[in-house]
C-alpha cells in the first residue's frame, strides 16, 4: 500500500481557513484519484473531496460544497485541501487516501474500501 503523508492541520476559530496538503511518498505511484476523508468523534468516517488527477476536476460532499476546495500541483505530486468558512462541525481527523483507478463520480467516489493508499491523518480542531 502506498503511504501517504499528510500536514497543514491544527486549531483554528469558527470562520478561519486552513490548507492540508497531501504528498505520496512513492512518487511512481500511480495515483489517478485522490482526495480527503475525515472521521469525527463517535462518528463513522465520510468523503469529503477527491480529484481526478488526470483531468483535474474535483468532486465534493453536499457539507463542504462551497467552502472547500480540492487542487493538486503535478510538480509537486500533493494534493490541497482548502478549507474555509470551518464550523465546530467540520472538527475531525482528516485523511488523504489515494488509488490508481478513476475516482468513479458517477458511482461511489468516497467509497474508502476503493482506495489503497491512505496517510497517518491530521486534525482539524474549531473553536
Known amino acids: 500500500h502506498v503511504q501517504l503523508v499528510e500536514s497543514g492541520g491544527g486549531p483554528v476559530q469558527s470562520g478561519g481557513s486552513l490548507r492540508l496538503a497531501c504528498k505520496p511518498t512513492t512518487i511512481t505511484y500511480d495515483r489517478r484519484c485522490m482526495g480527503w476523508f475525515r472521521q469525527a468523534p463517535e462518528k463513522e468516517p465520510e468523503g469529503v473531496a477527491v480529484m481526478d488527477t488526470a483531468r483535474g476536476n474535483p468532486y465534493y460532499a453536499d457539507s463542504v460544497n462551497g467552502r472547500f476546495t480540492i487542487s493538486q500541483d503535478n510538480a509537486k505530486a500533493t494534493v490541497y485541501l482548502q478549507m474555509s ?3 465546530p462541525e467540520d472538527i475531525a481527523m482528516y485523511y488523504c487516501a489515494a488509488k490508481s483507478l478513476r475516482c468513479d463520480f ?13 496517510g497517518q491523518g491530521t486534525q482539524v480542531t474549531v473553536s
Open 106 to 118: 458517477g458511482g461511489g467516489p468516497f467509497d474508502l474500501r476503493q482506495y489503497d493508499g491512505w
Open 85 to 87: 468558512s470551518l464550523k
